[in-house]
Structures are given as C-alpha cells and as structure tokens.
C-alpha cells in the first residue's frame, strides 16, 4: 500500500483538526473534526478561505506568518488563533502549519490537487478559559471584581508615563471604610463581604468612564483618577464618591450608614507608583487619626509625620527587647475617707533619649505595629508580680487590654501564665476592657471573656459612656464592674447633662451590685459631688499620679473589697 493511499484514512479519522490549503489559502479539504471546530460541513468548508474563518484580530498576523513560511524563514510556525463558529462565538486554537509536498498524490488519494498548506488545528478553548481565569484572579479582586493590588499599580504607572506629556495631574484617593470591624464583628463575615461589594458598586458608580477602582483587600479602597485639572476638582470628585458611600445600607436585618476616612495625593514630578499610592494612604490615616469620616490631602508635613512614626516603631520595637518599658501605678480611693483600695498598672516608656514617655505618645502606634500584644502581656505580668512581690498591699490592681489581645491573641492564657508563674490570686487581678471590646462577637472573643471569669478575674468596662452601646455591654456580658469616663466628669456641676449622666450611672453600678469608679477627679468641688451623686470609689491627680514602684505608700493595706464595693480601672 502507497503512502498516499494511508494519508486519507488517517487524514479523515483524526480526532485533531485537519484542513489542505491552496497557495491563495483556500480550503481544499478537511476533516470532521474541522468542520466541528467551525460549526460547518466539510463540503460548505471549501467554499471559504481561511481568513474568512479567522477572527479580524488574528488575520494580519497569521498571513504575515504564513508569509515568512513561504519565504523558507520558517521550517513551519505554530500559533494560537481564534476560528469564527457559525454561530458567532470565537474558538481558540492552536495551528500549526508546514508546506505541502510539491509532488502530486498519486491515485488521487492524497487530498486535493494544488495543495500549498497542511495544517494541523487543535481547539484549546477550554485551556484558555482556565487561562484568562487564572489570570483574572492574578489582577482582580475575587470579591468585588475590582482591580487589585498588581493590576492598580500597573494602571497607575502606566497613567504616570503617558502623564508626562499632560498638562493634566492624576490623583489618587485611598478609602478606608470607617467601623468596618464592628459590622464584620457584630452581623457576621457575609454581611460584611454584602457590606464591601455595595460600597464598591457605589464607588464604581460614582467614578468617571476610564479612572480605576480596586480593592487592596479587606476595608481599602483605591481610585485612581487620570487626567484631573486641579486638586479642587479632585476634591469634588471625591465629596461625590464619600456622599454616595454614605447611603444607608441594610444588611443581615440592620440599616448601615457607611462612612469612609479618605486621603487625596497628586502626582508630583518623577513620582512613582508605589510613592504615590503610599502618599495616599499616609493621608489616609491621618484623616482617621483626626475623626474618620473625613479627607485629608498629602502634604510634605504628614510625610514627616509618618517618618517619625517609624522610627518610633522601630524604637519601641528595640524597647520592649531591652526592658526600657516600665509599668507606674495610679491609686484608685475611697471618696469619703481617700483611703487606697486599688492601683491602676499605667505603662510607660523610659526613652534613652527622650526621657519618660507617656502612652499618649506610643500606644497609637504600638497598636498600629501590632505590637500591643506583647505589651500587654507584659504588663499584666508586671502587675502580678507587684501583687505578689508586696504582700502588705492586699488590694487589686487593673490592666487596661486592647481590644487586640482578645480572642485570637488568646488572652485567657496570658493571664493564666502570669497568675501561675507569681501564685496570686486571681480575684486581686482586674482588666479593663473598652465598650467596643466587651462587644466583639467572634466564638474565640466570648471564649476568651468567659474564660477570664471563670479564672475569677474581674472585668471593668473603661471609659463607660463614650461607646455605641453601653448599656448592653454591661448586659451581654460577664462585666462585674465600670468606669465613669473623664469626660463626664469635667461636666459635674453643669446642672444638665453631666450631672444627670453621673447620677444615672452610680445608680446603675448600685441597682447591678457592680463595683464603680469616677475618673478624672482633679478637685475637691469634684470629689463633694461625686460623693453626692452616689459614687463611692475615685481615681484622678486629685488623689495622686501614677508613680514607680518605690514611691508608693503601701502602709495600711486595705482588705480586698467584694464586687459590689470594690475598685474599678482606668485608661492609662
């Protein structure tokens, strides 16, 4: 049997495409599998050329190929191509072509006289679909659809290069939504995902045609806006896209009032992408730094500030290794008689360079830096220690925790070491938890609160009334005591609203058999009508500041007192 004679049976039976083309690329043949790829016969297959099956967008450079190939350039040429379905949609294929030979077949056999061309077609679609899906999820942002990180950096370096011949500016707005834990908390992680995808359809909306939107992941947002005339119609477009954000929203049975906190840079000659969205975002939390729901332009004097915050960071870092934090107590007093019934465990920082610290000028950035967990922990451990190393002081002593170090910090066991490792009991050990903390609703944050109970240790709300929703945080939860805010405090005396708040809540202490402190006693006027209003327990520089170890006065110890009695904390 001839060579030719086998070509045709093999020729018809592929499972892959095969097509014979002329020297003008007409089809001259092909096989079933082809005509499937094309939605066509065999025999409507030769009234076409192959350029006509060729989707627009790939003829060019396919001829351009076969161009070369007749050139002897190219021993043969693979490439990627999409064929036209008859029903319109596009095939992706692979194609290889390679001449025919120049003698005629002999019995007819070989396909078709006047053949230039064989080629060889696979359909790869569904490996392209894979493909571009892998891709897809490479430059955008599997929840929203917006672009992400990767791809904004790309759009923006590219809107930076062609900037340069603009007379225009780009700006870009880096959107933090404000609160966004509490939802994510309190409603679930499918109402906070609900949350984000509405506020991306928001700020997609209210963009222009051609500016990018992306998500950086979690409650961050980007716009990038190209081609802006001033930095005041950057900021009209921004007060539209925060207006539209701000539209309440109902999720999981709530109604949400989003804000968001937004920082505004422009671009400035030779900047970069990265720099630029960096200045954004330094913006940013400056905006939340000062009140969240607000914006905040890039200004060289917040790059200072941010720089400083670093090195602050880097500084506090090497401090918590070589013991440069230091813990000062704060007594906390009987009204009537100014006796000692509890310490409050104040951190502070003695700066090799700057001197004593006060948290005011680290915590901020110790919890930005994530670095608040092992500060804490040392502070409850310093705490104990003082408990245990002074046995003639038989009151309590409080710790103020972050909300951080609460369920996935594993709190229960920090406090469980601590009390183990000095022996203490536990019922001298308080903490002071935030409303927003008392609030957290994850499984791991109830455990952790539940466990600290079950150790005996008390828990005190701090800076009670400056929350959302106080009152069912001391209902919800295992809270066996609270703390007036400051705030209310410098209001004693105003015959309204101080007074009435300050009486309401000593009467809610006493109806809930709570321990209660008033903070922020400064004067005596302070301390008569405290006393007047109900409350039994104070802390303030009324009574003293915080002070090392060594200067206390711990003569005269004060036994512990029962809940309903007891000492409360304070924010240091």
Partial sequence: ???????????????????????????????????????????????????????????????????????????????????????????????????????????????????????????????????????????????????????????????????????????????????????????????????????????????????????????????????????????????????????????????????????????????????????????????????????????????????????????????????????????????????VVAYEALVRWNHPNRGLLLPEEFIEVCEEANLVVPLGAFVISQACEFIAAHPEFTGRVFVNVSTRQIGSADLTRVVTQALEATRIDPRRLGLEITESGMLIATQAARSDLEGLTALGVDLIIDDFGTGYSALSSVLLNPVSGLKLAREFTLRLGDRGTGDRISTTVAALTRSLAMSGVIEGVESEAQRAIAQEHGWTLGQGFLFGHAKPVEELDLRGPSPVAEPHEGPVPSAG
Avoid at 35 to 46: D, E, Q, Y
């Fill in 1 to 339: 049997m001839t060579e030719s004679s086998l070509f045709r049976p093999a020729f018809d039976g592929s499972p892959i495409g095969m097509v014979v083309l002329g020297a003008d690329g007409v089809v001259l043949d092909a096989n079933d599998a082809f005509a499937r790829i094309a939605g066509r016969t065999v025999a409507g297959l030769r009234t076409y050329r192959l350029r006509e099956l060729t989707h627009p967008d790939d003829v060019s450079h396919h001829e351009e190929l076969r161009s070369q190939l007749d050139q002897d350039e190219l021993p043969y040429f693979q490439a990627q191509t999409r064929l036209l379905h008859r029903n319109g949609d596009a095939v992706w294929t692979r194609m290889t072509v390679t001449l025919a030979p120049e003698a005629d077949a002999e019995d007819g056999a070989a396909p078709g006289g006047g053949a230039r061309y064989f080629v060889h077609v696979e359909d790869i679609t569904e490996i392209r679909r894979a493909k571009d899906l892998l891709e897809r999820r490479a430059m955008y942002d599997h929840l929203t659809g917006l672009a992400n990180r990767t791809n904004l950096l790309e759009r923006l370096e590219g809107a930076l290069e062609s900037r340069r011949t603009d007379a225009h500016t780009i700006a870009c707005i880096f959107l933090d939504v404000d609160h966004f834990k509490v939802v994510n908390d309190s409603l679930g992680h499918e109402a906070g995902d609900a949350l984000l995808q509405a506020i991306a359809r928001r700020i997609k909306g209210a963009v222009r045609p051609g500016d990018t939107v992306a998500r950086l992941g979690g409650d961050e947002f980007v716009v990038v806006l190209e081609s802006v005339a001033t930095q005041a119609a950057a900021e009209a477009l921004l007060t539209v896209i925060a207006s539209d954000v701000q539209i309440p929203f109902t999720v999981g049975g709530h109604e949400v009032v989003p804000t968001v906190s937004a920082g505004l840079a422009l671009a400035e000659p030779d900047i970069t992408a990265e720099s630029l969205l960096r200045n954004a975002d330094t913006a940013m939390y400056a905006a939340k730094q000062r009140g969240r729901a607000r914006v905040e332009v890039f200004t060289s004097e917040l790059r200072s500030h941010a720089l400083n915050k670093l090195s602050i960071e880097s500084e506090l870092r090497a401090a918590i290794r070589e013991g440069e934090l230091v813990v000062h107590y704060q007594p906390i007093v009987r009204l009537d008689t100014a006796e």
